[in-house]
């Protein structure tokens, strides 16, 4: 299975830039997207900006991201405490 990423772009240079998701940051190239500027959202799939997304769909993304990583938490929280059945 593949996932591509939402990120922000902060950082350009050439066809290499920053991006940034949620507070994660990656170096990536966007040779296959190279109108990308600094501010724009994209996908980034294997270290590549892929498309420029609308930034109301990528902060879908990035919430349903915070769900699964708080669901996550609470299953952990859930087996440390001694609870098999989460």
Known sequence: MCLAVPA???EKDGDRAVADAMGN???IRITL???IEVGDVVLI???YAI???DEEEAQKT???FEEIAHFEEERLKAE???GDDA
């Open 8 to 10: 922000r772009i902060i």
């Open 25 to 27: 940051k990656w170096n």
């Open 33 to 35: 997207t190279p109108d």
């Open 45 to 47: 799939h294997a270290g």
């Open 51 to 53: 498309t420029k997304v």
């Open 62 to 64: 990035w919430e349903l």
């Open 80 to 82: 440390q405490q001694g």
